[in-house]
T-cell receptor
């Protein structure tokens, strides 16, 4: 099955700084890579995703990059704000139907 | 659209009892996924179902766990003879099409505590 590794497990940044979270995956057939944000006690929610036919995607302060050759992808959050504090999960698909998640990164934005 | 609804939100069971977790997907969604989240850990895939069919249960423990998604009604995750190690948050997600072609929406989760 797919194996997704995520680093770091915790990340603290000053408000306004950038945050970068990195993931690697094992199955070279994976072609869909979503990122989910989970606030304390709440459900995971999709914030951005990328497919293997592109190398980068941006949505306001959030961007994701994908390197298929190296089998890694990253989430970049610029101009971080306190409300960005949450646990972020990367995921990769195995086939059409399964998503395998990383172990999560707890991001703390310090005001 | 009320979103993915899970109930109960919190469930306490004594060791040896049965736990039944319910998930109503979003309207129009026929793909349902169950995930388990242990404290301070990620989401672990358990099972993927479509109406009346289990498509992939490779993440389900071989014993005591079962899932169904009947033609009518919610999807059910059943844990028989619960043990302390079953304590976790169980999330279900639903999607319109296969997960790689459309967003998977998560429910609020059911937090199971085994005492």
């Amino acid at each position: 099955g797919e194996n997704v590794e995520q680093h770091p497990s915790t990340l603290s940044v000053q408000e306004g700084d950038s945050a970068v979270i990195k993931c690697t995956y094992s199955d070279s057939a994976s072609n869909y890579f979503p990122w989910y944000k989970q606030e304390l006690g709440k459900r995971p929610q999709l914030i951005i995703d990328i497919r293997s036919n592109v190398g980068e995607k941006k949505d306001q302060r959030i961007a994701v990059t994908l390197n298929k050759t190296a089998k890694h992808f990253s989430l970049h959050i610029t101009e971080t704000q306190p409300e960005d504090s949450a646990v972020y999960f990367c995921a990769a698909n195995l086939g059409a139907n399964n998503l395998f998640f990383g172990t999560g990164t707890r991001l703390t934005v310090i005001p | 659209n009320a979103g993915v609804m899970q109930n109960p939100r919190h469930l306490v069971r004594r060791r040896g009892q049965e736990a039944r977790l319910r998930c109503s997907p979003m309207k129009g969604h026929s793909h349902v996924y169950w995930y388990r989240q242990l404290p301070e850990e990620g989401l672990k895939f358990m099972v993927y179902l479509q109406k009346e069919n289990i498509i992939d249960e490779s993440g389900m423990p071989k014993e005591r766990f079962s899932a169904e998604f009947p033609k009518e009604g919610p999807s059910i995750l059943r844990i028989q003879q619960v043990v302390r190690g079953d304590s976790a948050a169980y999330f279900c997600a639903s999607s319109v099409w296969e997960v790689m072609n459309t967003e998977a929406f998560f429910g609020q989760g059911t937090r199971l505590t085994v005492v």
